[in-house]
């Protein structure tokens, strides 16, 4: 069965990606390459893909990883309907009673005029 993944490249730090198709069960840093179809830069968002080279493996049964189903997506690829697209998800958060904004508001209390007697001066202590 073949995979289509992203394979890292670049530097520490400044990482850009090829879109690889290769077998499925071995790891994405070792083992044959059969093609490379795309590339994609994370800091960019850009993604260079060959829409029929992808097609041609879609429809022989590659199967896409989920960031690669998106990049297929945005480049208008069209997709089989046994490949699924990851839903996106919800963030939890927890005690959200917590939260500053879901506090009472509270009402700013008007200060009272000093007395006479907290204004005296006390003598200076030693």
Request: proline residues 7%.
């Amino acid at each position: 069965m073949l995979a289509i993944r992203l394979k890292r490249l670049g530097r520490k730090g400044h990482s850009v990606y090829r879109i690889a198709v290769q077998e499925a069960w071995r790891h994405p840093t070792s083992g044959r390459v059969i093609a490379y179809i795309g590339t994609y830069n994370p800091h960019t968002k850009e993604a260079n893909i060959q829409s029929e080279a992808a097609q041609k493996y879609l429809n022989n049964g590659a199967q896409p990883t989920p960031r690669v189903v998106k990049l297929l997506k945005d480049t208008d690829v069209k997709l089989p309907k046994w490949v699924k697209a990851t839903p996106k998800l919800e963030k939890q958060i927890k005690n959200i009673d917590k939260l500053r904004k879901n506090q009472p508001k509270e009402e700013a209390v008007a200060e009272e005029p000093a007395t006479s007697s907290e204004s005296v001066d006390q003598p200076a202590e030693g």
